[in-house]
């Protein structure tokens, strides 16, 4: 008993050696490693904010060491001309409780023996911008975390924002049940991992005529695993849900959005880009009743990942003097290109046409109670050859192909009056029944003597496919010539339709 005893004081006694001695070595590494970090997330924030005529400053305002730990003070400024001269350079200041590894505290609370260089514990710091925020939260900090940063300058940790009751202004309220993000990141950002929600946030007030206005968000969640690809994009997964939005204004009926989603995929394959992006959503309801739901999916593949990088740093060249004569109050420097900055962008469009880039919006579809109307449209690029030819010259020859096709169940037009017909409160459903029927035929027959649509069974429907200077127009095959005089021969029809 007594031996186990020993034994047990002696690792006690070892870990308490090795914490003290690795505190002691965090402490003279801590200044260098926050440096270091302020100068990246400095970079990243210019980079991220570019085109935006926003710009931001991150600044280590005091550093007070400790053996085993250190309270920094940050302040980060934003700036922009947009924002007025009341709000010009808006500081926002932090205050970071940095906890010396390899063993700090908080994380030996939770059995967590893994070392680390250090864990951040950051929560925002009141002035007078932030105090109504801190008001809200009762007195707490309305912005918090914990971030641990490894010895291999990976970090893993939380951010939280805080439960929030308050009224900005007279009439006007806001509820929210907070945030919670957790992420991991490699070393310099290169893989991000994120996920995290909320349950609900909730805004009222009065409108403009003083009707009362309440929206409501409910079930956010998001989640992405992304990293850095060849070039300054990153490229994984990543999604955003949200299980309903409710609008509600007065005494008229709600609108109800259910089931929202963005998600998208990128990846980098043998040089080239590809991916896609896609919006959905579940229902949209109005007093109770489901009008539509909607789907938009967009893809891009066979993009020249170099070609892309370049085309990113000549854009990020032109933006930069641009956005620091702004932050000056300066008038902007001319953005147009000087002669070798033109021959540069054709030798990188180039390079990008000649990976015979592909573009798709593969699908914008409407679905209602008795039928859908969707749209797709694809292209197909490729080099030209040459940039100096006349542009109608290069036109054709870049675009190497194109496919477009339009369909519309006839019932989606009686839906349509249908949703009218709710909206305007009216009930005898006889009557709405009849009035969906007429303009269904009415439409559709519109759409018909436009002879731009054709009908098949009960679908209105255009398809387009162009390829080798000759089109394919429902059915029909032309030439580009026939083709623009047919549309705009129809043209005032199809605008009468």
Known sequence: ?????????????????????????????????????????????????????????????????????????????????????????????????????????????RLNLWPVLATSNFALEANPLTQKWFDAAKGEAPLTGQVSLGYDHSTSGTVELTPLAFSPQEGQNITFSGLKLDIDASAHAEKVEASGGMDSLVLAGTDTNGEPIRFELKDLSLTSDQKLGSGDFYLGDSSVKLASAEFKVGDKPAVLIKNIAQGGSFEETAGKLGGHVSYDIGQVSFAGKDIAGLQMLFRIKDFDAAAVQQLIELYRAKMVPVQQALAAGQEAPDMAFTDAEGEKLKVDVGNLLAAKPH?????????????????SLSVNLDKPQSFDLPPPEVAKQVLAQLDAKLSIDKAVIGDGVRVQAAIAGETDEKAIEEQANMFTEMGSGMALSTEMIVLKGDKLESTLHYANDEVTFNDQKMSVDEFVMLVMSKAGGLGGG
Request: aromatic share 6%; hydrophobic share 40%.
């Open 1 to 109: 008993m007594n031996k186990t005893a020993g034994i047990a004081a002696g690792v006690v006694v070892a870990i308490g050696l090795i914490s003290t001695a690795g505190a002691w070595y965090t402490g003279t590494q801590l200044p260098d490693v926050l440096k270091g970090s302020i100068e990246e997330a400095n970079q990243k924030g210019a980079d991220a904010l570019l085109g935006t005529g926003v710009s931001s400053k991150l600044e280590l305002v005091s550093l007070d060491s400790h053996l085993f730990s250190s309270t920094a003070h940050y302040r980060l400024t934003l700036d922009s001309p947009e924002f007025g001269d009341e709000y010009r350079n808006v500081e926002i200041l932090l205050v970071d409780n940095i906890e010396h590894g390899p063993l700090p505290f908080s994380r030996l609370k």
């Open 359 to 375: 573009i798709a919006l593969e699908k914008f579809s409407v679905k209602t109670a008795h039928g859908e109307a969707a749209l």
